[in-house]
Every structure is written in structure tokens, then in C-alpha cells.
């Protein structure tokens, strides 16, 4: 008789072995071989936060059967000019991104392209302004940075995970969901991880002298149990974020900012590049939408052209 299938939820992943929370326990699977000839485009065909169906295997060892179909998750194109895809997690009720301004700086194409995913994919996100100890030395920059974001519709938690500032308002709001935290290498996410639940076992690194970067100290994605309830997933850093299918009539309308305008172009089919009486080009000459972050819709339509070469 054929055991029963048990469904768990994949809280490691390392590329050939998973880690499963299965009834309580964490256990070591591998994807049957079948599993990974469905024809999908990602490099990773399981994720952290998928629900995964278990069984044993003729030899007697836990295998990954199937994946139940995920409510949503974060995707980011694999590399430079590549076709496939590499899916960051899944199921996700939230995400936090980690951005620096200083030791090292994030760059806002990255910032905007993390926030068009998730709102493509219907994922909430909050911004976390890192190391804000160092941000206040620059208090335009730091103003700018708000004002950009807020602006837009975004949360913004300025926060020092040494200094301890921000960490009740993170921790309060990771408690009870399951919340992706994401950024470069080098803006703390890890310290961050320690800072809110100490239980986690997390690496943590320093920045580069020599070239102001971070180094990698989460090697693969892991999704910690919070002891105030929920699960938090610390992800490696990730030097880009390239976008993959979506599509360029839809880009404007994951701009929160740029979506308010939309209704007032005078082209139904305005690509708020060029044309006449473009109500969003003309909110960008007032102000009211920030200069950067048209231009990341710019460089994101021309990077999708690239693509499709």
C-alpha cells in the first residue's frame, strides 16, 4: 500500500536539496525527476515558500512530488539577456526591501524595478531605509529619498539594525505573515534578521573597503519562524533586477504614481514617451511625479526591447 502524500512548505533551498517543514520537523527532499520536465522556463523549479506534496521514494527517501499552485510570488529575469526566469519565493503576504543610500548605495533603477515586480504580481511592499545612522549625514539626500517614495505611495521605515531604531516597527510588522526580505549585498538584511527574532541563526558580513559592496553572507534562501508568529525569507543579495513579462502597454500601471494620470492622456494607447497632451509626461514637468522614477519607466521599456531581440 502507498504511503500517504504529506504537503509541507519548502523553507530552504540550495539549489539540489530542499528543506521541507514537514508535520513539525524539517526535512531533506529532492525534486523527482519528473518534476523538473514540465517545460518551465524558471531556473528553479521549487522556491522558498512553495506548499510542496511529499513522498517516498523506492529507495525510501523523501521526494517532492508536486507543487500546489502558488498565490502569487517575486520573479526576476535569471541574467543578462536571458529568456528564463529565476523565481525569488513564493506565497508571499508581504515583501521588504532593503535599500542603503551610503556603505553601499542602492541604486533606484534597482529600487524601482523590485517595486514594479511586486506590484505586477500583486506582492504589498514596504521600503526600509538601512543604516539610516549614515543616511542622516546627508539629510537632503535622505529627504529626497522620502519624499520620492512616500510620493509614490510606498511605505518608508528608516532603520538601524545596530542602533536598534526601527526594529519594534519592523518586528510588529512582520508578526503573523510571511514577508520576503530583499536587497544588495551589503545593506543589512541579515543584521536586520538578528536584530528582529535573535533565535535566527543568520551569517552576517561586511562591506568592501575597496570597492563599497557588500559581500554575500546568505548563500541560499531561507525562511525563518518567527517567534511572534509569521516567517520571515532572507534571500542573497542581488546585484540586478531584470524585468520579464510584462508587458510594455502595461508597464505605466505598476507606477502607482504614474497610474493616477493615466485616465487624463489624450491617447488611449499613450506609451507617456512622446506623445501630445501625455498626462504623465506633463506630471513629471510639475513635479508631481519625480524625474528618477520616469526615468527607470524609460530605461525599463528600453531594456524590454532589448529583450525581445
Not at 522556463?41 to 529507495?59: H, K, L, M, Q, Y
Not at 500546489?68 to 539577456?81: D, F, G, K, M, Q
Not at 493616477?260 to 488611449?268: D, K, T, V
Request: with cysteine; hydrophobic share 35%.
Amino acid at each position: 500500500m502507498a504511503e500517504e502524500a504529506l504537503c509541507g512548505v519548502v523553507m530552504r533551498a540550495t539549489g539540489s536539496l530542499y528543506e521541507v517543514l514537514l508535520d513539525g520537523r524539517t526535512v531533506s527532499c529532492r525534486i523527482r525527476g519528473r518534476l523538473r520536465l514540465k517545460g518551465v522556463r524558471s531556473t528553479n523549479p521549487v522556491v522558498v515558500g512553495d506548499i510542496v506534496r511529499c513522498e517516498r521514494d523506492e529507495a525510501g527517501e523523501t521526494v517532492i512530488a508536486d507543487i500546489e499552485p502558488r498565490r502569487n510570488y517575486i520573479i526576476r529575469r535569471a541574467s543578462n539577456l536571458s529568456k528564463e526566469s529565476h523565481i525569488i519565493a513564493a506565497n508571499l503576504d508581504q515583501a521588504l526591501l532593503v535599500a542603503t543610500l551610503f556603505s553601499p548605495e542602492t541604486a533606484p533603477e534597482f529600487i524601482d524595478r523590485f517595486l514594479v515586480t511586486c506590484e505586477a504580481y500583486k506582492v504589498p511592499v514596504t521600503i526600509l531605509l538601512a543604516k539610516a545612522d549614515l543616511a542622516r549625514t546627508a539629510p537632503e539626500a535622505m529627504a529626497e529619498f522620502h519624499d520620492i517614495y512616500e510620493r509614490a505611495g510606498y511605505r518608508v521605515i528608516d532603520v538601524s539594525a545596530t542602533g536598534g531604531e526601527g526594529v519594534d516597527e519592523v518586528r510588529e510588522l512582520l508578526r503573523g505573515r510571511t514577508t520576503l526580505l530583499s536587497g544588495n549585498s551589503g545593506v543589512g538584511k541579515s543584521t536586520l534578521v538578528a536584530a528582529v527574532e535573535r533565535t535566527a541563526e543568520v551569517r552576517t558580513g561586511e562591506i568592501s573597503r575597496s570597492h563599497h559592496k557588500g559581500r554575500h553572507t546568505t548563500t541560499f534562501s531561507t525562511m525563518y519562524p518567527l517567534s511572534e508568529g509569521g516567517y520571515i525569507i532572507d534571500t542573497p543579495g542581488i546585484k540586478g533586477f531584470g524585468l520579464i513579462d510584462i508587458d510594455d502597454a502595461e508597464l505605466a500601471h505598476y507606477f502607482p504614481e504614474m497610474m493616477r494620470w493615466l485616465p487624463e492622456c489624450r491617447f488611449y494607447n499613450c506609451s507617456h514617451t512622446h506623445e501630445p497632451h501625455c498626462a504623465v509626461i506633463e506630471a513629471v514637468e510639475r513635479g508631481d511625479i519625480a524625474v528618477s522614477r520616469y526615468e527607470s519607466y524609460l530605461k525599463i521599456l528600453d531594456e524590454d526591447d532589448k529583450y525581445r531581440k
